[in-house]
């Protein structure tokens, strides 16, 4: 039952900002741990931000804090990342999870389910 979309990604200059969304169905979104991870060619999965069920707290890694922001719309039952000043090595496939069972955290292997990804590309 559990199904998450990302759309959004694209083509960006550096220094500009795109909105991801993690769409859910078929479960309620604000019940889970969502996070966003990406995957650059030849390197690892890296988590990038998470937000708690109920959003009762986020986290950001080093790399993007203060440049990302997590947000969920509940009505739509939705996450969203904004990504602001965007920076060439923020290049990457963007994907979305969610964690029924754990507490916010940036580690793959924690995570249940995903969605597809979306590309983001920032050109130099």
């Known amino acids: 039952q559990v199904q998450l979309v990302e759309s959004g990604g694209g083509l960006v200059q550096p220094g500009g900002s795109l909105r991801l969304s993690c769409a859910g169905s078929?479960?309620?979104?604000?019940?889970?741990?969502i996070g966003w991870f990406r995957q650059a060619p030849g390197k690892e999965r890296e988590g990038i931000s998470c937000?708690?069920?109920?959003?009762?707290?986020?986290y950001y890694a080093d790399s993007v804090n203060g440049r990302f922001i997590i947000s969920r719309d509940n009505a739509k039952n939705t996450v969203y990342l904004q990504m602001n000043s965007l920076k060439p090595e923020d290049t990457a496939v963007y994907y979305c999870?969610?964690?029924?069972?754990?507490?916010?955290?940036?580690?793959?292997?924690?995570?249940?389910?995903w969605g597809q990804g979306t590309q983001v590309t920032v050109s130099s």
């Open positions: 937000t708690s069920s109920s959003d009762v707290s986020t």
């Open positions: 078929g479960f309620t979104l604000d019940y889970y741990v």
């Open positions: 999870a969610a964690d029924l069972r754990g507490r916010c955290n940036l580690y793959p292997g924690e995570y249940d389910y």
